[in-house]
């Protein structure tokens, strides 16, 4: 069935794509007074970052991560993530500040990147060490880049009418025919996520102090404070960023092909010990240096940019709730925060990824051969690097393909398939479409073009934005319902780790011993 002819038998049920459920993880660095990463703990006033669900941290002790509830309509995602920037930036100490790009202000060093710590309890110990062992593996520098991720689901009303349309599969069981097509639309996040990249990257520039441990890089300067590449769109993507380089030299790679060959090629990597990783150590002077030495510690330690999840209860095993209960939505990590925007993301690129989605579960999505593997992953770099360089060319299906011509074909598809959503959606897909003819008006290159203007570099342009921000949100009229309930999770979750840590039984040691014993 053509893509128009699935257009078309949506047509006829596609209001229940409104009932579709968008949620948004935003990371930001806090700040001290002089641009460094900030050194002092997660602030009490945000609540237990082992159990507040809304308000936690990533990587770092600094690097505070938003999660918004999966929610209908891009208008309310975006509504909710401002209210919850609102909050952190209201509780937030003076003398500190978020900073509102992927690519991190000044640094002092790996050692004044501070790890993420969760409370004595055995879970967040092992999330801490989970850390340490990233640390240890990939450096402290690159995990203090912040980023974005899109998370987005179906409806299950959707799902049963687009079920009926393809006959061949009609009677297959449910739970496997939605996983067999967020599988589908996963790859193809992959064939295209490249134009997700050039589109939306905002991470062209990057402070020199990042860069102190990079010898061999091929990055130009800017000024005596900066380094970028003239026509790149998100360095975040590539050669700097959060790679598995290790996993792919030892030729593990997460097969998408079907939700099985997924699972078990990650557990695969899970399983497998790494000589690296066992010239690091398990332990040094009785403290984890990693949680194990194998290639992956844990699944979510592979890096990709799109992520079938599963729907989590208590205490399950990501991998182990893929098997069991199938995908439950898809998550897309390749986007940066764009500084040039409040929240780091707006309602009009909502619209478009949403209708972004929907094209890629409707365009046909066959397997991805080792050979096609090889053609991602180079273009997902000559974006990352040259996105905007006039006739840059791409590869597919072993043929060199001009970037702007294959971009127009993919977003006319996208438009088509928008129609099935809103116009609203219809607007903002061909607002942004615009960006594939004129690179200027990307992320990218506006932030580019504004820093040559204004005579400023990557630090002393983006911090405007961090004291501009932080303005807005301090002299915003609190949203009294929103701040209670969030000072009601703040209190919970304090209340929660407290629970957690009093009714640990076992010792750390056998804690992670049961732990991967058990069904990963």
């Given at each position: 069935m053509s893509l128009q002819d699935k257009i078309n038998s949506v047509s006829s049920f596609k209001d229940s794509l409104g009932e579709n459920l968008i949620g948004i993880e935003k990371e930001g660095l806090r700040v001290a007074k002089d641009g460094s990463i900030a050194q002092t703990p997660h602030p009490q006033s945000f609540g237990s970052a082992l159990t507040h669900p809304e308000i936690t941290t990533d990587f770092s002790e600094a690097l505070v991560e938003i999660v918004t509830r999966p929610t209908k309509g891009a208008s309310n995602v975006i509504d909710e993530l401002s209210k919850i920037n609102h909050y952190i930036n209201f509780h937030l100490g003076s003398n500190e500040r978020f900073w509102p790009a992927s690519m991190p202000c000044i640094l002092r060093g790996k050692t004044n990147i501070p790890i993420a710590y969760y409370g004595e309890?055995?879970?967040?110990?092992?999330?801490?060490?989970?850390?340490?062992?990233?640390?240890?593996?990939?450096?402290?520098?690159?995990?203090?880049?912040?980023?974005?991720?899109?998370?987005?689901?179906?409806?299950?009303?959707?799902?049963?009418?687009?079920?009926?349309?393809?006959?061949?599969?009609?009677?297959?069981?449910?739970?496997?025919?939605?996983?067999?097509?967020?599988?589908?639309?996963?790859?193809?996040?992959?064939?295209?996520?490249?134009?997700?990249?050039?589109?939306?990257?905002?991470?062209?520039?990057?402070?020199?102090?990042?860069?102190?441990?990079?010898?061999?890089?091929?990055?130009?300067?800017?000024?005596?404070?900066?380094?970028?590449?003239?026509?790149?769109?998100?360095?975040?993507?590539?050669?700097?960023?959060?790679?598995?380089?290790?996993?792919?030299?030892?030729?593990?790679?997460?097969?998408?092909?079907?939700?099985?060959?997924?699972?078990?090629?990650?557990?695969?990597?899970?399983?497998?010990?790494?000589?690296?990783?066992?010239?690091?150590?398990?332990?040094?002077?009785?403290?984890?240096?990693?949680?194990?030495?194998?290639?992956?510690?844990?699944?979510?330690?592979?890096?990709?940019?799109?992520?079938?999840?599963?729907?989590?209860?208590?205490?399950?095993?990501?991998?182990?709730?893929?098997?069991?209960?199938?995908?439950?939505?898809?998550?897309?990590?390749s986007l940066d925060v764009n500084p040039l925007i409040k929240d780091g993301i707006d309602e009009e690129q909502v619209q478009f990824l949403e209708s972004f989605m929907l094209f890629c579960l409707l365009e046909d999505s066959p397997v991805i051969s080792s050979s096609e593997i090889n053609e991602i992953d180079l273009n997902s770099s000559l974006v990352a690097h040259r996105g905007r360089e006039p006739g840059l060319k791409l590869m597919q299906k072993g043929k060199e393909l001009n970037l702007k011509n294959w971009g127009e074909s993919i977003l006319n598809k996208i438009h088509d398939c928008s129609a099935l959503l809103s116009e609203a959606h219809q607007r903002s897909v061909k607002q942004i479409s615009d960006r594939i003819i004129n690179p200027d008006l990307t992320p990218s290159a506006q932030m580019l073009n504004e820093m040559k203007l204004q005579e400023q570099g990557f630090f002393e342009y983006t911090d405007q934005f961090s004291h501009k921000y932080q303005k807005i949100f301090k002299n915003m009229k609190i949203s009294d319902g929103y701040f209670s309930e969030l000072d009601r999770l703040r209190m919970l979750s304090k209340e929660k780790q407290l629970e957690i840590e009093s009714d640990d039984q076992l010792d750390f040691d056998q804690f992670l011993e049961e732990y991967f014993s058990s069904d990963t």
């Open positions: 309890s055995n879970l967040g110990k092992m999330k801490t060490v989970y850390r340490r062992g990233l640390a240890n593996r990939y450096g402290s520098v690159m995990q203090a880049i912040a980023g974005i991720h899109f998370n987005y689901s179906f409806s299950l009303e959707f799902w049963d009418s687009y079920q009926k349309t393809i006959t061949s599969e009609s009677k297959l069981d449910s739970k496997r025919f939605i996983s067999r097509h967020y599988m589908a639309l996963t790859r193809n996040v992959l064939r295209y996520g490249w134009l997700v990249t050039y589109l939306f990257g905002a991470s062209a520039s990057v402070c020199k102090s990042f860069m102190q441990d990079y010898h061999d890089h091929k990055l130009e300067e800017f000024d005596d404070n900066t380094l970028y590449l003239p026509y790149a769109t998100s360095l975040r993507m590539g050669d700097i960023g959060y790679q598995n380089s290790q996993e792919d030299n030892k030729g593990v790679k997460a097969n998408y092909n079907s939700l099985r060959h997924y699972i078990y090629s990650l557990r695969a990597a899970m399983q497998t010990n790494c000589e690296d990783c066992e010239a690091i150590g398990l332990k040094k002077d009785g403290e984890y240096l990693q949680l194990n030495t194998n290639i992956l510690q844990i699944a979510n330690e592979y890096y990709s940019s799109v992520r079938p999840k599963p729907i989590i209860n208590g205490s399950d095993r990501p991998l182990g709730a893929l098997l069991n209960r199938g995908v439950g939505y898809i998550e897309l990590r």
